[in-house]
């Protein structure tokens, strides 16, 4: 098992990886799809860019395809393709190989991710159309905390609401999965008991692994809930957001929490946490230092869950790259003793390998 296509279908996105074995040959997103569409391709040290027309997933994809070619990769050698799903609800708890009954089911959780599963599953079809040979997997971003235990995951409302699929489930497993796979490398011993993880980016959140297993995280039933992010709220009381959807309609209360809260409200209308950081305004400086001290709260009941901490692990675009995050947060734990390190997050990578054990 060789070459594996690694795809990662979003709202008007299409970015794609292909891997032989371990090593990453080729990337090509397509990004604005529908809109300014442009494709980036990505050949090692070769980089270029291109606008173009793009109507649909289905045509990203067969443009993403006809580069691969051009690079010498077209579809009759690649060996698989794996696809970055966000919502596997409580079925999908590993990957899965994907047939007409699987992509069904995972189809039936695109209302708990209707940004995220819907492209997913329109990049799955349009595989299938475009490479019908190629045999697909699917990977959840949900599944690493499958193992998390049902008090963790319960919500306190009636029975028939938990029985329809309310519940915390966690997102950004992936990354996880990637984190635990390399800190002991990273560290030159085994994997620590108990290992806090942070993966901050646009999108923000938290888990308490203990013995490499997941036994809590920040986010909920959506990734909307938990540690303040690029445009969403986190946490926020829920009384709060029903009067917010009472007074300017559920839609618009959606959009608010979801594209127009977080840094974004809080310094002004600026997400970038790079802008935030190389900004003077004191609104800047309030949005970085409740964004730390918020992700420190939180981390206080990720202790808790896994009584105590031996590692602190940083992964994400910020958790990688913005060290005063990093130390803006650790200020807030350093109570704690534990280490700190910074782990690369490479979800592609992670998918790649879950495909080709699975084929294999």
């Not at 089911?105 to 997913?120: E, F, Q």
Request: charged share 20%; net charge negative.
């Amino acid at each position: 098992m060789g070459r594996i296509l690694v795809v990662n279908a979003g709202s008007s996105s299409l970015k794609t990886a292909l891997f032989d074995g371990a090593k990453r040959l080729f990337e090509i997103d397509v990004l604005e799809i529908s809109g300014a569409a442009r494709i980036k391709v990505i050949d090692g040290e070769d980089k270029s860019e291109e606008k173009l027309s793009v109507v649909d997933h289905h045509h990203a994809l067969a443009l993403a395809l006809d580069r691969y070619s051009d690079l010498g990769a077209p579809a009759h050698k690649i060996d698989g393709a794996g696809h970055r799903i966000v919502h596997g609800g409580s079925e999908f708890s590993a990957p899965v190989r994907l047939d007409p009954e699987t992509v069904r089911r995972i189809d039936g959780y695109s209302s708990l991710a209707p940004l995220h599963n819907p492209p997913a599953v329109n990049a799955i079809h349009a595989l299938e159309e475009l490479a019908p040979a190629l045999p697909q997997v699917g990977c959840f971003d949900t599944a690493f905390h499958a193992t998390a235990p049902e008090i963790a995951t319960t919500f306190a409302i009636p029975k028939d609401l938990r029985d329809a699929g309310y519940r915390r489930y966690g997102f950004h497993g992936l990354s996880y999965e990637g984190l635990v796979e390399k800190l002991p490398d990273i560290l030159g011993k085994p994997l620590p008991e108990r290992v806090l993880a942070l993966h901050l980016g646009n999108g923000a959140s938290l888990c308490a692994i203990r013995n490499g297993l997941s036994v809590a995280t920040s986010m909920g039933y959506s990734p909307v809930d938990g540690l303040v992010m690029g445009t969403r709220s986190g946490a926020i009381d829920p009384i709060v957001a029903l009067k917010i959807a009472a007074e300017r309609g559920v839609e618009e209360a959606e959009r608010i929490l979801t594209r127009e809260s977080g840094l974004w409200a809080l310094s002004g209308g600026v997400s970038d946490m790079r802008a935030l950081l190389s900004s003077d305004s004191e609104a800047a400086r309030f949005a970085i230092e409740h964004y730390c001290y918020w992700a420190a709260r939180q981390a206080g009941s990720a202790l808790a869950a896994m009584g105590g901490v031996d590692v602190i692990a940083f992964t994400g675009g910020i958790g990688e790259n913005a060290g005063p995050v990093r130390d803006g947060i650790m200020t807030h734990l350093e109570w704690t003793g534990a280490s700190v390190c910074v782990v690369e997050c490479d979800e592609e990578a992670v998918v790649a390998q879950a495909t080709r054990r699975l084929l294999e």
